[in-house]
């Protein structure tokens, strides 16, 4: 089929994105102590050779914390700012956009664990909204694979704040086009929106505006560093890392949400849609909340573009941007498998590459990172 939507040209913030075939964030956990690596730079510039309309990085962290990924790259140093710098401008030689998307390490909340060498490293409890633990997980990286534990609460979510604003500012001299706030998967974002995992009593929690304004104030300190380059992805049906809340509430929740985010003039707000892949249950109740994220959003979002994420094939994507529906699509798993994917699809090539799966993530046995990682071919154009 012809693409005529999806290859035409969008602006976001300051920038025109070629196509709207953007590459989604996807950790790879090959960044050695936190640094990125010239094996990360030869990722990202296959996918800008590739024709991706803009490409987001794999999380980056803005302190140093354990985390569920004990390779993720950071952004809190110099060295990672200028490590990060001869990325971009590698990627920006190639033809190729690239957004930093800001994940916090301390800030993956209850999401870490205290005897990750990170979070050993930083001398710092694992903190979260409140002293509730998330059911589930499993460190395979660490001896016995062990669980979640129950966070030490954030004293002062304004010092968090200001770790992200300087990580904003990082990504400014290394380059970026600009930013993506992780605001989803049940990290620090996610963690205060959600109120079964936030039950704080202060301004930061309880009533649906109190527990959307550390997202916001995160948003707006990082407005001050990359102005309206600034995006956010949320997932508001949740499941992933034992978040989700009843439909209704999570409608109000995210509707008061995109609609203040949006008055904030972003260059996009990227939702996530429902994936059963993602679903949790314990003690018999279902951790998602499958709801149909378009329906049920889309129309707040006025100032902003709007992208979809999870599991959308070109096909699908053609008729959505076609039809006014969103403005483009972010892809994750196609682009690990595929450092051509835009290409392809505008070429009518198949998307056939077979996913290594043992080597998506490092582990402790891995050797050559550059193993499911730089070593997918890409297609034979005439």
Not at 22 to 43: G, I, Q, S
Not at 175 to 197: A, K, M, P, R, V
Not at 363 to 374: E, I, K, M
Request: proline share 6%.
């Amino acid at each position: 089929m012809a693409y005529k939507a999806l290859f035409s040209p969008l602006q976001i913030g300051d920038v025109t994105l070629k196509n709207r075939i953007t590459m989604a964030a996807f950790a790879r956990n090959r960044a050695e102590d936190t640094y990125p690596t010239d094996l990360m730079k030869e990722y990202y510039v296959q996918r800008a050779k590739g024709g991706a309309g803009l490409i987001v990085t794999e999380a980056i962290l803005v302190t140093r914390q354990g985390t569920e990924w004990p390779h993720s790259p950071g952004i809190w140093e110099d060295k990672h700012v200028t490590l990060w710098k001869g990325i971009v401008d590698a990627v920006h030689a190639a033809g190729g956009l690239l957004y930093g998307q800001v994940i916090p390490l301390f800030f993956v909340g209850r999401a870490g664990h205290p005897d990750a060498e990170q979070q050993k490293l930083a001398g710092i409890p694992v903190y979260g909204p409140s002293a509730i633990g998330a059911r589930g997980g499993k460190f395979k990286f660490i001896p016995g694979c062990p669980g979640y534990v129950i966070p030490t609460p954030i004293d002062d979510p304004w010092k968090i704040i200001e770790q992200f604003k300087q990580a904003a500012f990082n990504a400014k001299k290394a380059g970026f086009d600009g930013i993506e706030l992780h605001g989803s998967n049940g990290y620090i974002i996610h963690q205060f929106l959600d109120s079964t995992s936030n039950h704080r009593t202060d301004e930061w929690g309880g009533s649906i505006e109190n527990r959307s304004r550390f997202g916001l104030e995160v948003l707006k300190v990082m407005v001050e560093a990359f102005g309206r380059n600034v995006s956010v992805k949320l997932s508001p049906s949740g499941g992933y890392n034992d978040m989700g809340m009843p439909l209704q509430e999570t409608l109000d929740t995210y509707s008061h949400f995109i609609s203040e985010a949006d008055k904030l003039g972003l260059a996009y707000i990227c939702l996530v849609r429902y994936q059963a892949a993602y679903d949790a249950e314990y003690d018999g109740v279902l951790r998602s909340t499958p709801h149909d994220v378009i329906e049920s959003y889309a129309s707040l979002i006025k100032n902003s573009k709007l992208i979809i994420n999870a599991g959308v094939t070109p096909e699908e994507g053609e008729q959505l941007v076609a039809s006014g529906k969103v403005d483009a699509i972010a892809i994750g798993f196609n682009w690990i498998t595929h450092p051509d994917l835009a290409n392809r699809v505008l070429k009518g090539k198949p998307l056939n590459n077979v996913p290594d799966i043992p080597h998506l993530q490092t582990n402790r046995n891995s050797g050559d990172w550059s193993t499911g990682y730089t070593d997918y071919p890409a297609a034979e154009y005439e």
